[in-house]
């Protein structure tokens, strides 16, 4: 299993970015999936997580996070892509974005795997 981040990039204070988490591995099943970020000099953070149990889809957002609201984690169950939607960009939001999910092939059971990160700097 993989993990692919993409969507960061060099914005101004106000944009919005939408990143990109695609799975990728033989009969793949996400069975949850979080985006975490680590600026320089920082501790890595958690910044939303979904989760996918018999009673359905859960989506948060870390209590952590300054407006929190500004932040959207969604998931394409079909492609098995997860996005950080991002909106209202700060110059504090800059640092690397990566993603983490716990997933399950036929071949291999249920293990987490971690991705590369993609990096959002946002100018003021």
């Known amino acids: 299993v993989q993990l692919q981040a993409s969507g960061g990039g060099l914005v101004q204070a106000g944009s919005s970015l939408r990143l990109s988490c695609a799975a990728s591995g033989y009969g793949l099943i996400i069975n949850n999936a979080a985006w975490y970020r680590q600026a320089p000099g920082k501790q890595r953070e958690l910044v939303a997580k979904?989760?996918?149990?018999?009673?359905?889809?859960?989506?948060?957002?870390s209590d952590s996070l300054k407006d929190r609201d500004r932040f959207t984690i969604s998931e394409d169950r079909d492609k098995n892509i997860v996005y950080l939607q991002i909106n209202s960009l700060r110059p504090e939001d800059t640092a690397n974005y990566f993603c983490?999910?716990?997933?399950?092939?036929?071949?291999?059971?249920?293990?987490?795997?971690w991705g590369q990160g993609t990096q959002v700097t946002v100018s003021s």
């Open positions: 979904i989760s996918h149990s018999a009673y359905g889809t859960s989506a948060t957002v």
């Open positions: 983490s999910a716990n997933a399950y092939t036929p071949s291999t059971g249920s293990n987490d795997y």
